[in-house]
């Protein structure tokens, strides 16, 4: 987005960026930003309130004041990341034949389509396969677990970055309609994916296997968050 600023600002249209990345803000150094030191995914701030919401666009908008640049600005508070895992029972699907990652994905389908349901139609889930090819996907994961070269394994639309963005869209979206109480925090349904669901273990297992395979970096690293 610092990088964009300048282009719109030289098209003649004046722009301010909610800078995210203090670093990046200072080497790219975009006309007019207010970086505020918030967890990544939460450029307001607070969830669901308002009030603190207002305060930061207000504080943002005010940077047109300033004709010259860079201006950077920082926001006065500070909000601590909280990737504490959500807590989220999976309804039980009990099948002796099938793995414990089959039994989450098929323990979560009421959940998802209620989330679909909910927001009428849209979901995150699409970009190489479909709620119905999710067990499968995740048996082609256990395969190189197991064994199977990664690069004879069949992954689905053979695009690792687009396939874990799907399976992991299928069960956070899954959670947000099994969690009571306020909303979690920022990074707390990718902890939980990661940290407490077997599929979230199969899918690091499967990076970890392409890595030691010598698999191309793009492949496995980006199966998970980088300081995974």
């Known amino acids: 987005m610092c990088a964009l600023a300048h282009v719109i600002e030289k098209a003649g249209i004046a722009t301010v960026t909610l800078a995210s990345t203090l670093s990046v803000a200072e080497r790219m150094k975009p006309p007019r930003a207010l970086w505020a030191d918030f967890p990544l995914g939460r450029p307001l701030g607070h969830p669901q309130d308002a009030a603190f919401q207002h305060d930061v666009l207000r504080r943002a908008f005010a940077l047109l004041d300033e004709s010259v640049g860079p201006v950077l600005v920082h926001h006065p508070d500070v909000i601590e990341s909280d990737e504490t895992p959500l807590s989220c029972t999976i309804p039980p699907a009990y099948d002796a034949d099938a793995s414990p990652a089959v039994q989450e994905i098929r323990g979560l389908r009421k959940a998802y389509e209620r989330s679909v349901d909910a927001r009428h139609g849209v979901t995150g889930v699409g ?22 070269p990664w690069n004879e394994a069949g992954i689905p639309g053979g695009n690792t970055i687009s396939l874990i963005h799907d399976i992991r869209s299928y069960f956070e979206e899954s959670a947000m309609q099994l969690v009571d109480g306020p909303p979690p ?23 970890r296997a392409i890595k030691d395979a010598d698999g191309p970096f793009p492949v496995w690293f980006y199966m998970a968050p980088g300081h995974r």
């Open 185 to 207: 925090a920022g990074r707390a349904a990718e902890a939980w994916f990661f940290e407490e669901t077997e599929t979230g273990k199969v899918v690091m297992a499967a990076r």
């Open 127 to 148: 970009r190489s396969i479909g709620p119905d090819d999710i067990e499968h996907a995740v048996g082609v994961l256990q395969s190189i677990v197991d064994g199977t």
